[in-house]
């Protein structure tokens, strides 16, 4: 798709909150805009499936943690569904 180019212009606290999501999103601001922008406009599901892909990518870990910790629970207590 080819790209053309869009100047905005914004207070220094909204790129600074720009920058800083990008960043916690690892990717640029250009993408986090352009992402925001397809949500807007109707582009969630496919937006609100990479931002799970990426949460997923990062806390994978602690939901795996979390979900053998409460299988160990369930047959320690003998309930099989993790309540006591």
């Given amino acids: 798709m080819a790209k053309t180019q869009l100047n905005v212009r914004v ?5 600074r ?4 999501r990008a960043l916690a999103r ?8 352009e992402e925001l922008v397809r949500q807007d406009t109707g582009e969630a599901g496919r937006t609100f499936v990479e931002a799970a892909a990426d949460f997923m990518k990062q806390y994978g870990s602690v939901f795996a943690a979390e979900t053998a910790e409460e299988r160990h629970r369930s047959s320690a207590t003998g309930t099989g569904d993790g309540r006591r």
């Avoid at 207070?11 to 790129?15: K, L, S, V, W």
């Fill in 11 to 15: 207070d220094e606290g909204t790129a």
């Fill in 17 to 20: 909150a720009a920058r800083e």
């Fill in 26 to 33: 690892g990717m640029s601001v250009n993408r986090y805009i």
